[in-house]
Each structure stands twice: as structure tokens, then as C-alpha cells.
């Protein structure tokens, strides 16, 4: 739909919400001056396309959709906050496929590091075992060389 025919569309509904949701065929046509096949096309979109009205035989009548629609352009606005969201969820899916792809190249990594660690750890421990040995004999040496002078110097 053009501009001129959303803006018409728009009155038509207005038309039927002010009209207590309510208007005969015959009194909505005589309040709108436009083409037949505008009328026809316009009816028709807003009927089979937007589901915004209802026509029962000569009475026309907004639908559920039609009690809160507002405008044409909330409806773009809409639409276009849709199509954002759409837009951000496929680079996030592009994103979680990419993460996904490197965890499984290097599902092996934790463990091989792990492994690695555990390994430095006994290491470590032995060492320190050693170490300690190193020195209590150390300390020793100096206590033995202590009282031997203490004994050397008492004579």
C-alpha cells in the first residue's frame, strides 16, 4: 500500500473504533470519498492480509489485531525492531557456533594441562623434600661445629 491508501486505511479504522466497532457497509462508503478499487483493495488488505476487520455480511467490524492497532508506522516501527532482534540473534548463533567449534579443537587442552600441573606439583614436593634435607643436615653441621668449639674453648 501506498502512502495516500495507509493514511485511508487508517481513517477506516478509526471510523469503526469511534463507531462503537460497528459500521454498515453502506454507511462507511458514503463517509470515505475514494476510488472503488482503492476501497476494494484496502478492505481487502486490511481483511486477508492484516486480519484488522471483520465483515459479516453488511456489517464491518474490527478484530482483535484491529482494537490495538494504532498506525501503519507503528507497525514499520515494529517490524523493524523485529527484524533488528532477528538480526542480533543470528550473529549471536554465529558467535555460540564459533565457541562451540573452538571448544571442540581443544576439549583435550584442560586436561592435558591439568595433567601437566599435577606433575610440576609432584615435582615440587619432592624437591622441597629434598631441600629441607639439605638443610636439616646443614643445621646440623653448624650445631656439631658449635659444640665442638664450645668444647674446644672450655679446655
Known amino acids: 500500500m501506498n502512502n495516500e491508501q495507509k493514511k485511508k486505511a487508517e481513517d477506516i479504522i478509526n471510523f469503526i473504533k469511534g463507531n462503537n466497532n460497528k459500521v454498515f457497509k453502506n454507511t462507511l462508503l458514503n463517509s470515505f470519498d475514494f476510488d472503488p478499487i482503492d476501497r476494494v483493495?484496502?478492505?481487502?488488505?486490511?481483511?486477508?492480509?492484516?486480519?484488522?476487520?471483520?465483515?459479516?455480511?453488511?456489517?464491518?467490524?474490527?478484530?482483535?489485531?484491529?482494537f490495538s492497532f494504532v498506525s501503519f508506522a507503528e507497525i514499520e516501527k515494529q517490524e523493524q525492531l523485529k527484524s533488528e532482534k532477528d538480526k542480533i540473534e543470528?550473529?549471536?548463533?554465529?558467535?555460540?557456533?564459533?565457541?562451540?567449534?573452538?571448544?571442540?579443537?581443544?576439549?583435550?587442552?584442560?586436561?592435558f594441562i591439568a595433567f601437566i600441573s599435577f606433575i610440576f606439583a609432584v615435582y615440587v614436593y619432592f624437591d622441597s623434600k629434598n631441600g629441607s634435607k639439605k638443610l636439616e643436615e646443614r643445621i646440623e653441621n653448624l650445631e656439631s661445629t658449635i659444640t665442638t668449639l664450645k668444647n674446644v674453648s672450655k679446655k
Open 41 to 66: 483493495f484496502i478492505l481487502r488488505t486490511l481483511k486477508e492480509e492484516l486480519n484488522l476487520i471483520r465483515i459479516d455480511g453488511e456489517l464491518y467490524s474490527l478484530t482483535k489485531n484491529g
Open 90 to 111: 543470528f550473529e549471536k548463533t554465529k558467535v555460540d557456533l564459533k565457541l562451540n567449534k573452538w571448544l571442540l579443537k581443544t576439549k583435550w587442552l584442560p586436561h
